[in-house]
């Protein structure tokens, strides 16, 4: 399995949008899942961070993921626009 160093998750009511960087910063992988299939593709991936904005279920997913052993990382909405606005796919590392 390719090297995955973080995963981005835009979370929705019925399908998740996925996205994994490997540790250069390049596309390891775009996947859309059902809610369903969401622990089981995550528990086959390497431990990494995982990216979600902060909203109302992003805690229960945080929980959820967190058990599988991801280190998850909620950033507020303001800090997802840029990544929309400028349509970049490039991941870099948050900083808390």
Excluded at 68 to 82: A, F, I, Q, R, S
Aim: a positive charge; proline letters at 7%; one cysteine or more.
């Amino acid at each position: 399995m390719e090297q995955v160093h973080i995963i981005g998750i835009d979370l929705a009511k019925h399908g998740f949008q996925l996205h994994g960087a490997r540790p250069d910063g390049s596309v390891a992988f775009r996947k859309k899942l059902t809610r369903g299939k969401v622990p089981g593709f995550l528990s086959s991936q390497p431990r990494c961070l995982i990216a979600m904005e902060a909203c109302a279920s992003a805690h229960y997913w945080g929980r959820e993921i967190g058990r599988l052993g991801h280190e998850v990382k909620l950033m507020p909405p303001v800090y997802v626009k840029p990544y929309l606005k400028r349509q970049s796919y490039q991941v870099t590392p948050l900083r808390y």
